[in-house]
Nanobody, 122 residues
């Protein structure tokens, strides 16, 4: 079970930190990812992190502004979002992949959270 939190309304240029808490004892065996879906659009990849945090990967649209991290002791993955833009407005989902390495495709992820809304006003 994955539960996201930390979404909300923020002005352009502001920051938010999303959290995703995972239940279960095997969290460190999963690579994790963040995706987002804006109204009328496909769900798209945002960022991914390997099982131990040693590798990360970002979509070009968020590179340099967002940072993904994880704390395996707390079974939690984070997405720090800085310099937010109105086009970042979407429902953000965390996902778990039953592999150690990162993935960027939706179909590579088996478990999904319910999503948290992020709205960036101009």
């Amino acid at each position: 079970l994955l539960v996201e939190s930390g979404g909300g309304l923020v002005q352009a240029g502001g920051s938010l930190r999303l959290s995703c808490a995972a239940s279960g004892r095997s969290f460190s065996a999963f690579a994790m990812g963040w995706f987002r879906q804006a109204p009328g659009k496909e769900r798209e990849f945002v960022a991914a992190i390997s099982w131990n945090g040693g590798m990360t990967f970002y979509a070009d649209s968020v590179k340099g502004r967002f940072t993904i991290s994880r704390d395996n002791a707390k079974n939690t993955v984070y997405l720090q979002m800085n310099s937010l833009k109105p086009e970042d407005t979407a429902v953000y989902y965390c996902a778990a992949r039953a592999e150690l390495g990162i993935g960027t495709m939706k179909d590579e992820y088996r478990y999904w959270g319910q999503g948290t809304q992020v709205t960036v006003s101009s």
